[in-house]
């Protein structure tokens, strides 16, 4: 259980509410057939190149939060290595690619279980904010097209804040938005770096989100659906 009473609940978006591999995936298998993928990697392959593509965008994002690479290294490199790997010739990924995924898949409307019901009751019972490392355009269209905008009293988004989480600084800034101390707040989130520690470093306890139920060093609260966190809320 929380050690303190909370006022404020702190939400990360990607992974946690908006569901980003689901939403991806059916980005991405419509693009590969669009943009006949099948002729370069062949018909059956759809779903070994989409797995390449979300574990190599998993480690860049990975890079980005550490602060290691920026937004445009991101952006260039994830689709191009997912074609060095297998074994295509990266030259060949055709950029009007990245643009039509980055407009299609931010305006999937996919959530995880629960997520609706769960900010439905807690936006009555405290005030809720999100904290996103995602980049400005796309988090509100998120947002928008997944119904979850109404649910929060401030949106922090790293991009335009100029602090990536996990640094202290993005939790205390929104902490002051929201008009609370660091105890009476809790912060929700599905990176270990990211959202548990970083949340941890500004003083505020937080809850692992983690269905696929991967090993918690941390050894912090965690819940696999969301409907759980009406146990510690």
Same mark, same amino acid.
């Given at each position: 259980?929380l ?8 939400? #990360?978006? +990607?992974?946690?509410?908006? +569901?980003?591999?689901k ?8 693009l ?5 993928? #099948? ?8 779903d070994?190149?989409?797995d390449?593509?979300?574990?190599i965008?998993?480690?860049?994002? #990975?890079q980005?939060h550490?602060?290691?690479i920026d937004?445009?290294?991101l952006?260039h490199?994830?689709? =191009? ?6 074994g ?5 990924f ?7 995924y ?5 305006k999937k ?10 900010l ?6 405290? !005030?809720?904010?999100?904290? !996103?490392n995602g ?8 947002? &928008? *097209? !997944? ?5 929060? =009293?401030?949106?922090?988004? *790293? ?7 996990p ?9 002051e938005k929201?008009?609370?101390?660091s &105890? ?10 990211? #959202?548990?520690m ?18 918690n060093? &941390?050894?912090?609260? &965690?819940i696999e659906?969301? *409907? ?6």
């Amino acid at each position: 259980m929380l050690n303190y009473t909370k006022k404020a609940v702190l939400f #990360d978006l +990607d992974h946690t509410l908006w +569901d980003f591999e689901k939403n991806a995936r059916e980005t991405l298998q419509e693009l590969y057939f669009e943009y006949q993928f #099948d002729r370069i990697f062949a018909h059956g392959q759809v779903d070994l190149f989409i797995d390449t593509y979300n574990r190599i965008n998993h480690e860049l994002w #990975d890079q980005y939060h550490r602060g290691q690479i920026d937004k445009n290294y991101l952006r260039h490199r994830r689709f =191009r290595d997912t074609f060095v790997e297998l074994g295509a010739d990266p030259e060949a990924f055709p950029d009007q690619f990245e643009i039509d995924y980055l407009e299609i898949c931010p305006k999937k409307p996919h959530l995880f279980p629960y997520a609706i019901e769960v900010l439905e009751y807690l936006k009555g019972r405290y !005030s809720v904010h999100l904290i !996103s490392n995602g980049f400005s355009e796309a988090c509100k269209t998120k947002l &928008e *097209s !997944s119904g979850l905008k109404n649910y929060f =009293r401030n949106v922090v988004i *790293s991009e335009e804040v100029g602090v990536l989480k996990p640094d202290p600084k993005i939790f205390r800034y929104t902490l002051e938005k929201a008009g609370v101390d660091s &105890e009476h707040a809790v912060m929700i989130g599905d990176n270990l770096v990211a #959202d548990v520690m970083g949340a941890r470093n500004a003083g505020i306890e937080a809850v692992y989100f983690n269905p696929h139920r991967r090993e918690n060093p &941390e050894k912090c609260p &965690e819940i696999e659906c969301l *409907s759980e966190l009406k146990i510690f809320l």
